[in-house]
C-alpha cells in the first residue's frame, strides 16, 4: 500500500477495520477494551504515527449508544465502561446519531479490508437473528392472533370493554 492511500484513511475507518478484525478474530469475545483497540489500530499501521484522534474516536465519536460530540457515527456500541463492540444494524443508538455513519465506504479503505464490509454484514445478521430467536417478547410475537380469529379485531376490543364505566 502506497503512502499517499494510508494517508487518505480516515480516523473512523481505521476504527472500524481494527474493530471488525478483531470481532473476526477473535469470535467467541464479545467485546474489547478500549485500549485492545487502540492497540489493533497501531499493529495496523494504515496511519503512523498513530493519529491523537484515534482514541477519542474510539471513546466517544464512533460510539453509537453516547450523545454525539460532535461525530455521529455508529461504528462502536458501549457495552459497558470501557468496552466496545461493533455496532449493529439491531441496537438502540443515540438519537442524535440518527443517519451516522455505520461502515466505511468501500473506496475509502485500502483494498486488503474490503472483504471486512461482506463479513460485517453476515457477523451483524447472524447476531441480529440470535438475538430475535432468544428475545422473550420477539419469540411471543402473533401468539394472541387466535384471540379474535373469530371476530374483527374492533368488535373483540369492545366486547372486552364492556362494563368498564
Same mark, same amino acid.
Given at each position: 500500500m502506497?503512502?499517499?492511500?494510508l494517508?487518505?484513511?480516515?480516523?473512523a475507518?481505521?476504527?472500524?477495520?481494527?474493530?471488525?478484525?478483531?470481532?473476526?478474530e477473535?469470535p467467541a469475545?464479545?467485546?474489547?477494551?478500549?485500549e485492545e483497540i487502540?492497540e489493533?489500530v497501531r499493529?495496523?499501521?494504515?496511519?503512523?504515527?498513530?493519529?491523537?484522534?484515534?482514541y477519542?474516536?474510539?471513546?466517544q465519536?464512533?460510539?453509537a449508544n453516547?450523545?454525539p460530540?460532535?461525530g455521529?457515527?455508529?461504528i462502536?456500541y458501549?457495552?459497558?465502561?470501557?468496552r466496545?463492540r461493533?455496532?449493529r444494524?439491531?441496537?438502540a443508538?443515540?438519537?442524535?446519531r440518527?443517519?451516522? =455513519?455505520?461502515?466505511? $465506504?468501500?473506496g475509502?479503505?485500502?483494498?486488503g479490508? /474490503?472483504e471486512l464490509?461482506? *463479513?460485517?454484514?453476515?457477523w451483524s445478521a447472524?447476531?441480529t437473528?440470535?438475538?430475535?430467536?432468544?428475545?422473550p417478547l420477539l419469540?411471543?410475537?402473533?401468539?394472541g392472533? =387466535?384471540?379474535w380469529? $373469530?371476530?374483527?379485531?374492533?368488535?373483540?376490543v369492545? /366486547?372486552?370493554r364492556?362494563g *368498564?364505566?
Amino acid at each position: 500500500m502506497g503512502t499517499s492511500i494510508l494517508q487518505q484513511v480516515k480516523v473512523a475507518d481505521e476504527v472500524w477495520i481494527a474493530a471488525a478484525l478483531l470481532h473476526r478474530e477473535y469470535p467467541a469475545v464479545t467485546d474489547f477494551s478500549i485500549e485492545e483497540i487502540v492497540e489493533r489500530v497501531r499493529q495496523e499501521g494504515l496511519h503512523k504515527p498513530l493519529r491523537p484522534g484515534v482514541y477519542v474516536h474510539i471513546v466517544q465519536h464512533c460510539v453509537a449508544n453516547r450523545p454525539p460530540n460532535p461525530g455521529r457515527y455508529r461504528i462502536l456500541y458501549e457495552t459497558s465502561e470501557g468496552r466496545r463492540r461493533l455496532y449493529r444494524e439491531s441496537d438502540a443508538y443515540h438519537p442524535e446519531r440518527e443517519g451516522g =455513519k455505520i461502515t466505511p $465506504d468501500a473506496g475509502d479503505i485500502p483494498a486488503g479490508y /474490503r472483504e471486512l464490509l461482506g *463479513w460485517y454484514r453476515d457477523w451483524s445478521a447472524e447476531a441480529t437473528r440470535r438475538q430475535s430467536e432468544s428475545d422473550p417478547l420477539l419469540i411471543s410475537r402473533g401468539s394472541g392472533k =387466535k384471540l379474535w380469529a $373469530d371476530e374483527p379485531v374492533d368488535d373483540y376490543v369492545r /366486547r372486552l370493554r364492556e362494563g *368498564w364505566e
